[in-house]
């Protein structure tokens, strides 16, 4: 049974920062590209940034670029995101998501898969 659980939300203020993870049971994640996914209340899932396998490429979407970074860690089955110079249109309940993928690549067009509830950002102006 897979579980996935998403973590380190909460409220922070504009500028500030928030480190998420990922904690995985069920299925080595070595084998998957990972990605992270936000949803902001009335608005469609956007892909925020995914990792390929072997963390050898990362794509951001532009809206975050220079200021987030995923980062993955194999041997504890996690995925994080460090999130800096918050913004108030951050504010949204980010998840992890996974796809099989090839070495080298990730996309965040690809239809990944979801299982947690996601952890909730609030962004203070």
């Known amino acids: 049974q897979v579980q996935v659980t998403e973590s380190g939300g909460g409220l922070e203020q504009a500028g500030g920062s928030l480190r998420l993870s990922c904690t995985i049971s069920?299925?080595?994640?070595?084998?998957?590209?990972m990605a992270w996914f936000r949803q902001a209340p009335g608005k469609e899932r956007e892909g925020v940034t995914c990792?390929?396998?072997?963390?050898?490429?990362?794509v951001y979407v532009d809206s975050v670029k220079g200021r987030f970074t995923i980062s993955r860690d194999n041997a504890k089955n996690a995925l994080y995101l460090q999130m800096n110079s918050l913004k108030p249109e951050d504010t949204a309940v980010y998840f992890c998501?996974?796809?099989?993928?090839?070495?080298?690549?990730?996309?965040?067009?690809?239809?990944?898969?979801?299982w947690g509830q996601g952890t909730q950002v609030t962004v203070s102006s």
């Open positions: 998501a996974a796809i099989r993928g090839p070495i080298g690549l990730c996309r965040l067009d690809w239809s990944y898969r979801t």
């Open positions: 069920g299925f080595s994640i070595d084998d998957w590209a």
């Open positions: 990792i390929s396998r072997g963390a050898t490429a990362t």
